[in-house]
């Protein structure tokens, strides 16, 4: 049963910035392409970024040149730091396979951006 236990979320001022951190279990994570997701109310879920299991990484053109993610394996963790946060970066960030989805998602982190 694959956990995904997504943290380090909360409330930051635009401008700020916030690193999250998802540990992962139940699969081999080092050979596992992951992903952070996040969802705003209203929207649907959309990708931010992906890396794979060597730490080479994709990101959403939103979000290119302010976040970035990394992994590490031996931690089964992958992170995601946020910089330059602006309010539209407001949602809940989820963590999951970065090709393919696992059944089983995390809670979620909240991030919020206030203006």
Not at 42 to 61: F, H, L, M, N, W
């Amino acid at each position: 049963q694959v956990q995904l236990v997504e943290s380090g979320g909360g409330l930051v001022q635009a401008g700020g910035s916030l690193r999250l951190s998802c540990v992962a279990s139940g699969m081999i994570f080092s050979i596992t392409h992951m992903g952070w997701y996040r969802q705003a109310p209203g929207k649907q879920r959309e990708r931010v970024a992906t890396i794979t299991p060597g730490g080479s990484a994709s990101y959403a053109d939103s979000v290119k040149g302010r976040f970035s993610i990394s992994r590490d394996n031996g931690k089964n963790t992958v992170y995601l730091q946020m910089n330059s946060l602006k309010p539209e970066d407001t949602a809940v960030y989820y963590c999951n396979g970065g090709r393919m989805f696992f059944d089983s998602w995390g809670q979620g982190t909240q991030v919020t951006v206030d203006s």
